[in-house]
């Protein structure tokens, strides 16, 4: 077996080190023994969606956001077509915008039927959201210069296999039970037969919980 992963707009889209989500992806399917390959594309290449079992888009600046938007809209039904392919999409901070009706009245992609704009005081600090899925309490931080109009997204927007979020950073790395949720379910996609290991996510679950209580207790 084989995971093809799509970092997209990995040059403009990765201001808070969003690529440690995809080193870590990448050492997980290594560890249970799956070849992976990563591509990293960006604006002007030429991009064949169906090769692809998993795009990842990070976050940017509001200014690389507006530029990437006008770019990806050419790609806005095959986009469509991978998502209700049942095919994995992780877009972290500002790029979950991107897939919405509007950005500054500005037409984004269209799969979900909401709109941001930008906001004149920031969304700064730690946050901490439930997310049903995982059945667990996630953790992230938000540097937010626009907002969901609808207010809709303190925590993951889940369609199929599209999870998009305002949480920033390498929320896979901070958020062990979540990383190995979507691990499984990216490999189940491809093989529901796959006999997994177990993943040794022990150091990653005692250091959430020290933050965790450190965030509990404040």
Known sequence: MKINILHLYYDL??????????NAIVHSLKEEKIKVNVDNLTINDQID??????IYIGCGTELNRNIVLKDILRYKSEIFKFIESNSFVIATGNSLELFLNSINDNKGLGIFDYNAKDIDKRIVGDLVVNVDFVKEEVLGFRN????????????????????????????????PILHEYIIKSLIKEKNKKFKFKKLDLSLDINAKEVYMSKYHSK
């Open 144 to 175: 937010q210069g626009s907002n969901i109009t609808d207010n809709i997204t303190d925590g993951i927007l889940n369609y199929k296999n599209f999870y998009g979020t305002y949480l920033l950073g390498p929320i896979l790395v901070r958020n």
């Open 13 to 22: 889209m990765n201001l808070y080190g969003e690529v440690g989500n995809i």
């Open 49 to 54: 969606f169906s090769k692809y079992d998993l």
